[in-house]
C-alpha cells in the first residue's frame, strides 16, 4: 500500500484545557518509531501536527515514544491515546497502572474449537471454557506471555499448566482479555467479538483469542486457516477508549462507532 494512503485521523486536538490528543491509526501504520528519527509511524504524524508532543519526556526506557500511551500493532487501526504535556503523562501513566484506562476492540473471527490445539506451544484449555463462552456470550482469559516462533514474532499465554521451560520465560505480570460474543454465524464459522483490556501485553488479544478457539479472521499468526489468497479481510480495531480527564478526573469516551 501506498505509504502516502496511510494517515492518522485527529480526534482530540490538545489544548490549554485538553492536554492530550486522540487520533485514529489506519491499518498497515506503525504505533511508534523503532529508531530515533523515524517518520513512517502514527505518533510522528501526530507530533508533525503538534510539535508540543515532543516536549514530552515519556518513559526513561524509550523516550522516542515521548506521551505515547499505549502502542496497537501494525496491522490493528483504531484509537490511541498521547499525552501532550508531561504532567498529563504521569497522571495518565499512574492511571494506567490503576487500570483507569480502558480500550475496547471489534474483531471478526472464525469459529475454530480445534484452533489452538494445532498451534504449538499453548497450554491446554478445557473444552468447558469454550461452551462457557458460548453459553454466556462473555468470560475472560487471563495469562502471563512468552515470546515465541522465529525472532520472537509470536507470544503464547503461560499458565501453571505450561512446562517449565515456558513459565521461566515468562512475563511476571497476568494481563486480562475481557471477551464479549455480539453475534455469531454459524454457517460461515464465523463472528463478531468486543474485547475489552485494562492494561495489554503485545498482542495479547490477538493471542487470547486463538487460544480460546476464536482466532480473528486471516490473522497470520493466530489463525490456523490464515491464507494470502484469502479474500477474507483482517480486521481487528480499537474503536473505543475511556479514561479520567487529567485536568478535572471526568471520565472521558472517545469512540469511532
Given at each position: 500500500m501506498n505509504n502516502e494512503l496511510l494517515q492518522i485521523k485527529i480526534i482530540q486536538k490538545p489544548d490549554a484545557l485538553n492536554p492530550f490528543v486522540v487520533i485514529h491509526k489506519p491499518s498497515g501504520l506503525p504505533s511508534?518509531?523503532?529508531?530515533e528519527g523515524e517518520t513512517f509511524n502514527a505518533f510522528?504524524?501526530?507530533?508533525?501536527?503538534?510539535?508540543?508532543?515532543?516536549?514530552?519526556?515519556?518513559?526513561q526506557?524509550?523516550?522516542?515514544e515521548h506521551g505515547l500511551l499505549h502502542r496497537l500493532d501494525t496491522v490493528t487501526s483504531g484509537l490511541i491515546l498521547i499525552a501532550a504535556t508531561q504532567k498529563a503523562f504521569e497522571f495518565f501513566q499512574k492511571n494506567q497502572e490503576e487500570g483507569k484506562i480502558i480500550k475496547y476492540y471489534r474483531s471478526i473471527n472464525r469459529i475454530l474449537p480445534e484452533n489452538a490445539q494445532k498451534l504449538t506451544g499453548f497450554p491446554p484449555l478445557a473444552n468447558a471454557i469454550q461452551n462457557e463462552f458460548l453459553a454466556d456470550k462473555k468470560i475472560?482469559?487471563?495469562s502471563k506471555f512468552r515470546p515465541f516462533g522465529t525472532k520472537s514474532r509470536e507470544v503464547r499465554p503461560v499458565?501453571?499448566?505450561s512446562g517449565m521451560a515456558a513459565i521461566k520465560k515468562a512475563c511476571k505480570?497476568?494481563?486480562?482479555t475481557k471477551i464479549s460474543l455480539i453475534n455469531y454465524d454459524e454457517k460461515n464459522r464465523t463472528c463478531t467479538i468486543e474485547s475489552q483490556i485494562s492494561a495489554g501485553f503485545r498482542h495479547q488479544i490477538r493471542c487470547h483469542l486463538a487460544w480460546l478457539g476464536f482466532p480473528i479472521l486471516n490473522d497470520e499468526l493466530y489463525d490456523i486457516?490464515?491464507?494470502?489468497?484469502?479474500?477474507?479481510?483482517?480486521?481487528?480495531?480499537?474503536?473505543?477508549?475511556?479514561?479520567?480527564?487529567?485536568?478535572n478526573g471526568k471520565k472521558m469516551v472517545f469512540s469511532l462507532h
Open positions: 511508534a518509531p523503532l529508531a510522528a504524524q501526530a507530533a508533525n501536527l503538534f510539535p508540543e508532543l515532543y516536549t514530552v519526556e515519556g518513559r526506557n524509550c523516550r522516542r475472560s482469559l487471563s499458565t501453571e499448566q505480570k497476568s494481563y486480562t486457516e490464515y491464507s494470502e489468497q484469502s479474500k477474507a479481510r483482517f480486521f481487528f480495531e480499537s474503536y473505543k477508549i475511556e479514561f479520567p480527564h487529567p485536568l
